[in-house]
C-alpha cells in the first residue's frame, strides 16, 4: 500500500505535473528568464542599437525579444516591439506642430513634464535619439534668438 503511493507522487512525464522530472513544479524554467531580454543598455554597447529609434522620440524604448510559452512549454521566439505613434506635437517656443513618431511611453512623460518643450530639455541623449536631439539643438537655437531679439519668453509647465 505504501509503495504505491511513493511510485505514485515519484512518476515522472513530460508534462510531469507530479514528481521532481521536467515541469514538476511551476518555479521551474518553463517561462523565458530575464537574461533572454534585450535591455537598451547591453543593446548600446554590443552596437546593435535600435535604428528607427533614431528617427523619432521613443524615451529609450527597443524591440524586446523572448518567447511564447504555451501549456506544452515548447517555446518559440517572439517580440515586442515599441508602441509607436504618429502625432503632430505642439511646439510653445517654435509655435507650431512637429509631426513626430512618438511612443507612448515618450506621450506620458511629456504630459507630466508639461509638453514637447519640457521634454526634450529635461531628457537625457540617451533616450532621444539623433532626431530628439537635433529637434532639441533646433528649440534651443530659437530660443537663443528670441532672447538676443529682446522678445520676452515665458515658458511654464501647463
Not at 514538476?24 to 534585450?38: D, G, I, M, V, W
Amino acid at each position: 500500500m505504501f509503495q504505491s503511493l511513493i511510485r505514485l507522487g515519484s512518476r515522472t512525464t513530460y508534462r510531469g505535473s507530479k514528481g521532481s522530472g521536467a515541469g514538476a513544479s511551476t518555479r521551474t524554467t518553463a517561462f523565458s528568464s530575464p537574461k533572454s531580454k534585450n535591455s537598451n543598455v547591453v543593446a548600446v554597447q554590443s552596437g546593435h542599437a535600435f535604428k528607427r529609434a533614431q528617427r523619432g522620440l521613443y524615451d529609450g524604448r527597443i524591440i524586446q525579444s523572448g518567447h511564447n510559452v504555451p501549456k506544452s512549454r515548447h517555446k518559440t521566439a517572439r517580440t515586442w516591439e515599441p508602441n509607436v505613434q504618429n502625432k503632430k506635437l505642439w511646439s510653445e517656443v517654435m509655435q507650431v506642430y512637429v509631426r513626430a513618431r512618438v511612443t507612448t511611453s515618450a506621450m506620458r512623460t511629456m504630459d507630466k513634464l508639461g509638453g514637447l518643450d519640457f521634454y526634450l530639455a529635461n531628457t537625457k541623449d540617451e533616450k532621444l535619439g539623433a532626431w530628439g536631439r537635433d529637434l532639441r539643438e533646433r528649440l534651443a537655437l530659437k530660443l537663443r534668438k528670441k532672447r538676443l531679439d529682446g522678445e520676452s519668453v515665458v515658458v511654464s509647465p501647463q
